[in-house]
């Protein structure tokens, strides 16, 4: 469980002892049950992190909803994260992150396409050895807020934790024209261990 859980689980625990001490069952018993909830949405399982060159990881848990091509011939791979999926984000590869920018926009759901283009966001950009990735923390008509913990000029581990999106959401990457795709739509992907992609 990541540290950013404590400031939703102690006021949960401690209102359920106080429904415990007052008698009231039942609110205790939904307070309880808030907790096990939270717990279970900030956890941060082990990953493995796939060992070799030049291999993308998904910087998220989810499901593949999109693979398309901007205007400039990039890839764009859309994960739709629903509110059971795990919410950590991480690095897609080892490197440095050059920008991250914050987009004020729209709570729209998740899983529309337009989301993606006007929700409120993260964008952060990372660039390692060879490639430039870019992947964004969009939030969604419940994830009402993105989290990255890193700063610009961070030096980042692939699959290394980077931040936290709340309560159902997306994430877009954006990836370079050489890169092969590894991934279709529909796929389910793993934050960390499922690879996206290879590059040469």
Known sequence: MIRDAYRFLIPALLLGILF???NYTYAAVFFFILSLFIIFFFRNPF???PEGKNLIVSPADGKIVKISQTEIGEHCISIFL???NVHVNRSPIAGELEQLQYKRGKFKVAFDEEASN???QNIITISGED???TFK?????LARRVVCWKQPGSKLERGELIGLIRFGSRVDVILPE???I???VGDKVFGGSSVLGDYK
């Open 20 to 22: 415990v001490a007052l």
């Open 47 to 49: 990953r493995q992190i």
């Open 82 to 84: 629903n509110i059971f």
């Open 118 to 120: 006007v929700n409120e």
């Open 131 to 133: 490639i430039q990735v």
């Open 137 to 141: 923390q969009i939030a969604g008509l």
């Open 178 to 180: 050489k890169v092969h």
């Open 182 to 184: 590894s991934v279709s």
